[in-house]
């Protein structure tokens, strides 16, 4: 059962807080080596707590580093050998902690049978339409959720406004679009999703820092379970479209 110690309930309503995040690219090209695209979002029904864990220990990063907090975020893709160990540490804390679930849905852009998008609109409708779809196949009966996702900006071209989310989904309540650095749960959905895709690759990075980052997110997956830890392939064929 996920959201197990703390759960925040309205009457029989079940509230919750789904933080967001993205990684890949819809459109493969000759020099992107990232062939699956995939959306993960770490779900809290009160994250106070933790944050307040994951600020102190981003502010142990930014004075290592010497740089202000305005620059520096958890981050799979810019794991180095001087926020590895710090990265590893924001990792203990979710492990330690009872009161999150991570869902991720994920496909391979390389799939003879997946439609690439044609342009801009196209791909902001596909990435919409993920959001939704992860949305609904993880949301209990009596849960009402806000969305919190890293900024990606709408194409002018497109008519689908992010907010509309809530529209086609009641189930969220409200929706917020953040720059990443600035909210920590944000980063950790980033980080946990990240590690995981990188887990479906067939190279290490030579350095082996997201090595040890994608081991320690699989050992995480182990840990809690697939009932909090769930990640779902999208298998392009007519069952799935």
């Not at 933080?19 to 994250?47: C, H, M, R």
């Not at 220990?57 to 050998?81: N, V, Y």
């Amino acid at each position: 059962m996920p959201l197990s110690s703390s759960r925040i309930k309205f009457g029989n309503t079940l509230k919750t807080y789904s933080f967001l995040d993205e990684s890949g690219f819809l459109v493969p090209s000759s020099n992107n080596q990232q062939i699956l695209f995939g959306l993960g979002l770490i779900k809290y029904s009160n994250p106070f707590d933790v944050n307040q864990k994951l600020h102190r220990l981003h502010e142990k990063l930014c004075a290592d580093l010497r740089k202000d907090d305005t620059r520096i975020e958890f981050s799979f893709k810019g794991i180095t050998e001087k926020t590895l160990p710090t990265t590893l540490e924001a990792l203990d804390i979710l492990q330690e902690d009872s009161d999150w679930e991570f869902d991720c849905i994920y496909f391979d852009i390389q799939d003879p049978q997946f439609n690439i998008p044609t342009n801009a609109s196209a791909r902001w409708a596909m990435y919409i339409s993920n959001i939704k779809l992860l949305i609904e196949k993880n949301l209990w009966q009596n849960e009402e959720t806000i969305l919190i996702a890293d900024f990606l900006r709408k194409p002018k071209a497109s008519n689908k406004r992010f907010e509309y989310i809530m529209t086609d989904v009641p189930q969220v309540y409200n929706v917020l679009q953040v720059i990443s650095h600035g909210v920590l749960m944000v980063q950790m959905a980033d980080v946990l999703l990240g590690g995981f895709l990188y887990s479906k690759k067939d190279a290490g990075d030579q350095e082996g820092y997201k090595t040890r980052i994608s081991q320690k997110v699989l050992e995480i997956q182990k840990t809690v379970g697939r009932h909090r830890f769930n990640t779902w392939k999208r298998d392009w064929g007519k069952s799935s479209r």
